[in-house]
């Protein structure tokens, strides 16, 4: 499994950014997705997951009301909306697909794209 985001960069206070998450060689046809971030000098943290076709999603206590999580099964994309970005937001942005989204984490990762939130 192949995991490919983008999307990442510099952005102002209270500005927005989408990151995307392109999965290829999946080995099952049905799959949770997720993302993690992980700031400088701090452990790596739950963002956001989502369950095959959308229909569960789950967010970390941080960036509830301000991230939107998304995903096109046809395409085999996810998405992050970020909005209201706060410095506090800089990090590394992994995204993650497991069997379900119990146990997202625990599967494959991407290679992380870079997130700064400054002005």
């Known amino acids: 499994v192949q995991l490919v985001e983008s999307g990442g960069g510099l952005v102002q206070p209270g500005g927005s950014l989408r990151l995307s998450c392109a999965a290829s060689g999946l080995t099952s046809s049905t799959y949770a997705m997720g993302w993690f971030r992980q700031a400088p000098r701090k452990d790596r943290e739950f963002v956001a997951a989502?369950?095959?076709?959308?229909?569960?999603?789950i967010y970390g206590d941080s960036v509830k009301g301000r991230f939107t999580i998304s995903i096109d099964n046809a395409k085999n994309t996810g998405y992050l909306q970020m909005n209201s970005l706060k410095p506090e937001d800089t990090a590394i942005y992994y995204c993650?697909?497991?069997?379900?989204?119990?146990?997202?984490?625990?599967?494959?990762w991407g290679q992380g794209t870079q997130v700064t939130v400054s002005s």
């Open positions: 989502i369950s095959w076709g959308g229909s569960r999603t």
């Open positions: 993650a697909t497991a069997a379900n989204i119990a146990t997202i984490g625990s599967g494959s």
